[in-house]
């Protein structure tokens, strides 16, 4: 029996960007993720976007697990396709959908035309496909209200499809629909799941992260490569740059007060990123800062961190709680990777008793004590080491 994916389309508020535009972005993103898996042909119309192998050795389970992380989409449906004869729909609907309907207590059937030439109506088409699968599976009862399973025909332009339960997409925003931020990445639990949540709404994805050998290892950095390779599976391709920030870090343990140490750090994180990231084109920054975590997560100190970013900063679990973030974590399964040991280079030289009430006047004048600042920092620019980061590339 021939196959195919049903896409429904996500939002419709598109505010600025029209239907088929959102749709093209779409199909595009989700043509890069099937790479590998052999051709398809795409068809968008009413709201629905068709996937269609061009052949039967095409590994549709695989199609279909990639799609589900593919933004911009609410539904996604198996379907059968049949040709528009009611007969031939009726077969189909009992055949294809055997193994739901024999462990199925209750079902109901929906039909949608939009082949108006169709010689039956929706709820005929209802009444025969409802009739023949009673007749078949004779445990079942209809139950239009909450049914176990919902046998669903769309009488289309070419042909006709028939599925049963719809799967839930991955909602949100088309990946490039939201324009390009740059997320600070560490091995942590809240970065990788603020990059996945600002990737939802459309925005594509360049990283930084600060490593700084040797008080950091490799399995470090490979952590950090993994739990991206986690979030490219909804975000689609990320660019890592790498920064030494060894050289940085001394620079703040030899010349500032220990208290400061965390807050200038994170001064200097913020300018440093956001070299890089209007370097590649980026109009915003992203943290996983969450509200009085730690002492460098105080209003206090956001507001002297904030204004070394010279671009708009997200922070979308800022107002989450732990548990909350870790949640999202487990469902984009990146929290085992996230609780590995390794150092972090916030972890090194961590002040014992980091002041938690520091104003901007005070860190400007602290970070003034570091001799040669824009030099560390266009050091640490220009050698950062790229990885391009792509879960299916
Ligand atoms: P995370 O779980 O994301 O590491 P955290 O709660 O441990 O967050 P901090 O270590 O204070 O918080 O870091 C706050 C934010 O600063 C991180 O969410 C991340 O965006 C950024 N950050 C921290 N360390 C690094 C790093 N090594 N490289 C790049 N960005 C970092
Ligand atoms: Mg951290």
């Known amino acids: 029996m021939k196959e195919i994916i049903l896409l429904k389309d996500g939002e419709l508020a598109l505010k600025g960007l029209n ?33 269609e192998p061009e052949n039967d050795e095409i590994d549709l389970d695989e199609a279909v697990r990639r799609i589900k992380k593919v933004f911009g989409i609410v539904g996604i449906s198996r379907a059968a396709v049949c040709e528009k004869d009611i007969n031939e729909i009726t077969r189909v609907s009992a055949d ?50 909450d049914p176990d399973v919902t046998v669903t025909v769309e009488v289309r332009d070419r042909f006709a499809y028939v599925h049963g339960t719809q799967l839930r997409g991955a909602g949100g925003m088309p990946s490039g629909t939201g324009g390009r931020a740059c997320v600070l990445i560490s091995g942590g639990i809240d970065s990788p799941v603020a990059a996945y949540m600002m990737a939802k709404r459309g925005v594509k994805l360049t990283a930084v992260h600060f490593a700084s050998p040797p008080y950091t290892s490799e399995l470090a950095e490979e952590k950090v490569h993994e739990l991206l390779g986690k979030v490219s ?3 689609g391709r990320v660019n890592l740059f790498t920064v030494r920030f060894t050289e940085i870090q001394e620079a703040i343990r030899d010349f500032c007060p220990e208290e400061m140490f965390t807050v200038t750090m994170r001064r200097i994180m913020m300018k440093t990123a956001t070299r890089i990231a209007e370097w590649q084109g980026c109009d915003a920054l992203i943290t996983g800062e969450s509200l009085g975590q730690v002492a460098s997560q105080t209003i206090n100190a956001l507001k002297c961190t904030d204004e070394c970013a010279g671009l708009p900063v997200f922070r979308p679990v800022i107002g989450m709680d732990k548990n909350e973030i870790v949640s999202v974590s487990r469902e984009i399964d990146a929290f085992d990777i996230s609780i590995r040991p390794y150092e972090d280079c916030c972890t090194v030289f961590t002040p014992r008793h980091p002041r938690t009430r520091p104003t901007p ?7 003034a ?23 299916f590339g």
């Open 96 to 145: 294809y959908l055997a193994d739901e309907l024999t462990f199925a207590k209750t079902f109901k059937v929906k039909a949608k035309r939009s082949d108006k030439k169709f010689p039956f109506d929706s709820p005929a088409i209802c009444d025969e496909v409802g009739g023949a699968i009673l007749s078949r599976f004779r445990h079942l009862k209809v139950d239009v209200r």
């Open 369 to 391: 004590l570091i001799p040669e600042e824009d030099r560390l920092i266009d050091e640490a620019v220009k050698t950062a080491k790229l990885k391009i980061i792509e879960a």
């Open 19 to 51: 239907r088929s535009t959102f749709e093209d972005i779409l199909i595009r993103n989700i043509k890069e993720r099937l790479k590998g898996l052999g051709e398809f042909r795409f068809v968008k119309s009413q709201s629905t976007v068709t996937v």
């Open 361 to 367: 006047e005070y860190a400007r004048e602290i970070e």
């Open 233 to 235: 599976e909804y975000s």
